[in-house]
């Protein structure tokens, strides 16, 4: 024992054996928190890393060489394979620069169905953000709720456009279906159930002592960082910046309801950590209710859809368009040349600037913390890869 | 601030090399020459009432008309509100365009984006190589001559038709 305690102070006092050296890991392709096929490579000391080196193009689909191929109206089913988890403002964020290009106007019916859409989109989306959340950092049981109500959810698009998860609901002009008979008293009877069911979640999981440790103070984001990654969307807001799209610049019928833009406080540590953008999700949920509720009562009545030619050829010129989509902000930039194909699509999404700003975000937490950041940045990779 | 104004005040700092773009059907664009780029950008970051906090995002377009190929960045100001698009064409034989990395680190991975789909090359970027495609892959797909190659490390890339079977 007393050698031991020898050989301990000659250590301490020279240093030598001690260093350790930096390893490199490597997460994904394959892992079961990366949520969709992304790649890590983790340059750690012991549990700390130095940093974690996103490698994407996993899921590269080329979608935007697609979009080149298969003309305006025929690209409408391949947006929502953009990012799958909510579909539907992605047909939206294509149908609006086409729209745009060509000068068209949707009826109001239309926009309201897109609004209804959408915002049922946002919670399905945010559920199962703040659902993985839970999973991702050890709490299983409340993904299970919270897949649940997706579920529901999922059944009320089911109704509106006979798909459950690429709903191809929209068309360049409007929507493709009317709201079937019964369907508002439906929705609203599941928003009264829905409602409560926040309250519930926040009190099960949101405000669980272990939950909060686990994500308050984790990978803090100032807002001067968050604009200048191009963040968007919760994680902006998650950082204190109010700024919506639905709100700032104004599009769809989003002007004719009201609601709050939540944003992050650095209510249980610090401003813009992954509670903050944890809460932003829950709080936007009953935002989206409130929006929902006003959209289902006030429903114009008239077409849904604009007459729009089956050969369609916008002028040319070029168009970025931006929707609030359940990631943020999701820009559609299309340039037409005048023919029936779009001479250039380019899709920049809310993924692709939360993962490249995982880099600078890893530096010095632990390799544990990885997954909170990736989970309540909400990364979705196929959004990443396109 | 209105475009027409922003568009002034880039005039009078870099004169003919800015010039007014009206074919835009969306947001207001200044076609800017390649060289210049990055200066003009520092100016719409650096200057508190322009105040372009962010790039909003960065596609590169082949003009295979015109051989060119077009980049073109749309920048906007959270601080002021307002927005602008910069176009900046470069030969397309050989695509280079001077960085904006050190202004905006968005910019990393939307200019490896645009080099990897369409070949442009961005002086002074810190990393720039393939960010979606496989490293060793051969061309850049978004092209409009890109020709899709018959194999890949010995995996085909075609099949016979259904009918043939």
Redesign the interface.
Known sequence: MSTNAIDVDVLRETGAGLETEEMTLNMGPQHPSTHGVLRFVVKADGEVMRRAIPD??YL?R?I??IAEKVGYHGFMPYTDRVDYVSAMQCNQGWAMACE??AGIEVPRRGEYCRVIACEFGRLASHLLSVGATGMDIGAVTPFTHAIREREYINDILEELCGARLTFNYMRIGGCAWDIPPGFVKRAFAYLDRFEPLIDEYNELISFNKIYVERLANVAPVSP?QA????LVGPNLRGSG?R?DVRK?VPYSAYPEFEFDVPVGTGERGTLGDSYDRYMVRMREMKESCKILRQALAGLPAGPVVAKVARTFRP????????VEASRG?M?W?V?SDGTAFP??V?I?TGS??A???IE?MSKGLMIADLVAVIATLDIVAPEV?R | MDAVEIHRRLRERFGSAVSADL?????S?CAVEGQSIAAVCALLRDDPELGF?????L?A??CKKDDTIEV?Y?LLS?RH?HQI?LRAATPRPDPILPTVTHL???A???EREAFD?MGVRFTGHPDLR?????EDWVGH??RKDFVEPDEYHGISTRRESLLKL
């Open positions: 994407i193009g590269h080329s935007e060489k745009k290009l001067q604009i200048a990654w191009n910046v700024y700032d002028p040319a010129g070029h168009v970025y368009v931006r902000d820009g930039f340039v001479a250039r380019h920049r692709f600037a993962m490249a700003a600078e890869d | 074919q835009a059907a969306d947001w664009t906090d962010c790039l909003s995002n596609s377009v082949d073109y749309h959270y509100r698009v905006w680190p968005i990393d991975w939307l789909l393939r960010i979606l495609m496989p797909p978004l």
